[in-house]
């Protein structure tokens, strides 16, 4: 452009220093531009998992509302419906669950240790509790509810 508009430019040297991200990205485009990984099917993919992200919100919204029940100083989440759920609602439905209770947290646990949460609620006969991002997590004595509260 600006050659063609006989306009003067500077060259930043950044612009071929690969310490940083953006000229390594221009250079493997290239690589994967070959392989069929353009800019267009990328665009597309982001498009496609934006719509598979907003029905995965929608349904964990959904199990929310009708399986949680908020107080005070905890949750109370049916247990049963809960593991009927797939993994990834589980998943989900259980970082909605801490962020309800912990809206001040400067940030969310590690998705890792959430995914060990629900593994181990999920799988265990008795699950013993469990603590995570200064909460409680344990399973009601008549196994109906999971309930979540705050750490004393």
């Given at each position: 452009?600006?050659?063609?508009?006989?306009?003067?430019?500077?060259?930043?040297?950044?612009?071929?220093?690969?310490?940083?991200?953006?000229?390594?990205?221009?250079?493997?485009?290239?690589?994967?531009?070959?392989?069929?990984?353009?800019?267009?099917?990328?665009?597309?993919?982001?498009?496609?998992?934006?719509?598979?992200?907003?029905?995965?919100?929608?349904?964990?919204?959904?199990?929310?509302?009708?399986?949680?029940?908020?107080?005070?100083?905890?949750?109370?989440?049916?247990?049963?419906?809960?593991?009927?759920?797939?993994?990834?609602?589980?998943?989900?439905?259980?970082?909605?669950?801490?962020?309800?209770?912990?809206?001040?947290?400067?940030?969310?646990?590690?998705?890792?240790?959430?995914?060990?949460?629900?593994?181990?609620?999920?799988?265990?006969?008795?699950?013993?509790?469990?603590?995570?991002?200064g909460?409680k997590?344990?399973?009601?004595?008549?196994?109906?509810?999971?309930?979540?509260?705050?750490?004393a």
């Amino acid at each position: 452009y600006c050659r063609e508009k006989e306009i003067k430019w500077v060259e930043d040297p950044s612009n071929r220093n690969e310490y940083y991200l953006r000229p390594r990205l221009r250079k493997s485009r290239e690589v994967l531009e070959a392989e069929g990984l353009t800019s267009k099917r990328l665009a597309t993919t982001a498009a496609r998992l934006a719509r598979a992200r907003e029905a995965l919100e929608q349904m964990t919204d959904a199990c929310y509302e009708a399986y949680v029940e908020s107080g005070e100083e905890a949750l109370r989440c049916d247990y049963g419906a809960w593991k009927k759920q797939s993994e990834e609602i589980r998943v989900r439905l259980m970082i909605k669950m801490i962020g309800a209770l912990r809206m001040d947290a400067e940030y969310a646990p590690r998705m890792e240790r959430v995914e060990a949460l629900c593994d181990d609620l999920y799988v265990a006969e008795k699950f013993r509790g469990r603590t995570l991002a200064g909460l409680k997590f344990f399973v009601s004595k008549d196994a109906k509810d999971i309930v979540i509260e705050y750490e004393a």
